[in-house]
């Protein structure tokens, strides 16, 4: 079974510019939860997107969104980018049901100039 | 709110030598609670998880880990580790298991030879 695929795994934007970022969960998880990992503050969740409705969200601006399609694909989009959204992001996926656990992409390591 | 501490940073140790990484959390809720592995330029790999029942919890690569409620406590621990064990070390805590993960800071265990 194919694991949580994250394109593009490198990217390099301007500030002020927009950026999507696509993940592929495993197939039949339903689950899509986004993260982002920096130096400075570590890893924090984003916002999780269920049956292409987001189910939960973390504290970030509001800059940053996502969206979950019908095959539980999902992307995440930020605009406006600052030069403290460089980081690396990760997607994981599960089943959803309260006992399942998340697997997680290798990442999309953006970095902002 | 929930919150996780790893208490240690960096861990240096030598091949062979047994190894604890400890990690304390917060939470007014039960409590799921994971510990991943994350490799250079790699994602997040899923090492071992308490959902509930035996509070010794025995995952991937010869790591366990003790749950225990009284001491907020689920530290990691290898009775001999190896070169290939050099990686960084997170330890989460979830009331959803599959998402919305509350990650600590991390520990670096660096093993030499």
């Known amino acids: 079974k194919a694991g949580v695929t994250q394109t593009p795994r490198y990217l390099i934007k301007t500030r002020g510019q927009q950026v999507t970022l696509s993940c592929s969960p495993i197939?039949?998880?339903?689950?899509v939860s986004w993260y982002q990992q920096t130096p400075g503050q570590g890893l924090q969740f984003l916002f999780e997107?269920?049956?292409?409705?987001?189910?939960n969200k973390g504290n970030f601006p509001g800059r940053f969104s996502g969206r979950q399609f019908s095959n539980s694909r999902s992307e995440m989009n930020v605009s406006t980018l600052e030069l403290g959204d460089s980081a690396l992001y990760l997607c994981?996926?599960?089943?959803?049901?309260?006992?399942?656990?998340?697997?997680f992409g290798q990442g999309t390591r953006l970095t902002v100039v | 709110a929930q919150s996780v501490t790893q208490l240690d940073s960096q861990v240096p140790v030598f091949e062979e030598a047994p190894v604890e990484l400890r990690c304390n959390y917060s939470?007014?809720?039960?409590?799921?609670l994971f510990w991943y592995v994350q490799y250079p330029n790699q994602g997040l790999q899923l090492l071992l998880k308490?959902?509930?029942?035996?509070?010794l919890v025995k995952g991937i690569n010869g790591f366990e880990a003790e749950f225990n409620k009284s001491q907020t406590s689920f530290h990691l621990r290898k009775p001999s580790v190896h070169i290939s064990d050099t990686a960084e070390y997170f330890c989460?805590?979830?009331?959803?298991?599959?998402?919305?993960?509350?990650f600590g800071k991390g520990t670096t265990l660096s093993v030499s030879s």
């Open positions: 994981a996926s599960s089943l959803a049901q309260t006992t399942e656990v998340a697997f």
């Open positions: 197939s039949g998880h339903r689950s």
């Open positions: 997107y269920f049956s292409e409705t987001q189910r």
């Open positions: 939470s007014s809720v039960s409590v799921y």
């Open positions: 308490y959902l509930s029942g035996s509070t």
């Open positions: 989460a805590v979830s009331n959803q298991a599959g998402t919305a993960l509350i």
